[in-house]
């Protein structure tokens, strides 16, 4: 038997850029999770944030969060049991793959003072601050802030510079990558294409089906995650333009974020004339 399984990413693509709503997708996503098809969120957010999320527009999902440094099972799903994991405070199990924060913010400091650069980490920054950098309302803010595997940088730099410092992280086992309009350092073995491969063999041994893999992003954020499924698309990012993506397969969508999102969604599962 074969099955369809969504990952998709969340800031410009699941959720609005600019206001971070997610009315638009939220509709079709509750109908084809009640149809059987399984969304697992594959965000650079954290955990916090991605339950937060799922609270408020009430589902409850599998997620890969931090750009694939963890993945979180709810406990209705007994996917992956035999990764060692910590359990959370809801019952569900997270599982673990990236260097912890605290090392992260250590190389984050030695990469400042070797590039003469302030890099403007999430943690430097109270709730209230961060809040007015990012949109996010107070709450939101210290979601955020709440890393385990990562590191989110606020710095507003030209590319060339970007470049020199993800070079610099390298040789540290980490890497800068963008994601939405800021970049994350986590460890380099984690990236959302080797999560999202885990998930979907993990549910193949739950269940014995075949999983067809469908992914929808909308920055180079989500290359990996795009490069690894059966089915990719890609959003117009808020410009009404892509990002550049050297992915076999790649389906442009003609639509801005979650507007773009349904419309990959009705393609990927043949509901554009329902």
């Known amino acids: 038997m074969e099955s369809s399984i969504i990952f998709t990413d969340l800031d410009g693509t699941f959720i609005d850029f600019d206001t971070y ?15 059987g098809v399984p969304i697992i969120f594959c965000s650079s ?14 589902i409850t999902v599998p ?7 963890g993945i979180y099972f709810p406990d209705s799903y007994s996917a992956l049991n035999d990764l060692p994991g910590t359990q959370t405070v809801d ?6 793959f990236g260097d912890g924060s ?6 984050i400091s030695v990469v400042s003072d070797a590039l003469d650069l302030d890099l403007k980490p999430y943690h430097e920054f109270s709730d209230r601050e961060l809040s007015k950098i990012t949109g996010f309302d107070e709450g939101g803010a210290r979601q955020a802030r709440n890393r385990d595997f990562s590191e989110t940088l606020t710095a507003s730099l030209d590319a060339e510079t970007w470049s020199n410092i993800n070079a610099a992280f390298q040789p540290m086992g980490l890497h800068c990558l ?7 350092v986590t460890s380099i073995d984690c990236n959302k294409g080797r999560a999202l491969k885990i998930v979907v063999d993990g549910f193949g041994a739950m269940t014995g089906d075949r999983w067809h893999s469908i992914g929808i992003g909308d ?16 959003v117009q990012t808020p410009r009404g333009d892509w990002n550049e993506m050297d992915v076999d397969n790649l389906k442009r969508i003609s639509a801005i974020g979650p507007e ?13 004339s329902e």
């Open 219 to 234: 920055s180079a954020n989500d290359f990996e995650m795009l490069d690894s499924v059966d089915y990719p698309y890609l």
């Open 102 to 107: 605290e090392f992260i913010r250590r190389q």
């Open 21 to 35: 709503s997610p009315e638009v997708a939220t509709p079709l996503a509750r109908d084809i999770i009640n149809r």
């Open 63 to 69: 997620c890969i969060v931090e750009n694939g440094a």
């Open 45 to 58: 957010k954290t955990l916090v944030e991605q339950r937060a999320l799922m609270g408020s527009i009430g």
């Open 178 to 184: 963008p994601g939405g309009r800021f970049h994350t």
């Open 260 to 272: 773009g999102w349904v419309l990959a969604v009705q393609d990927a599962l043949g509901l554009a």
């Open 91 to 96: 019952g569900g199990r997270l599982i673990s």
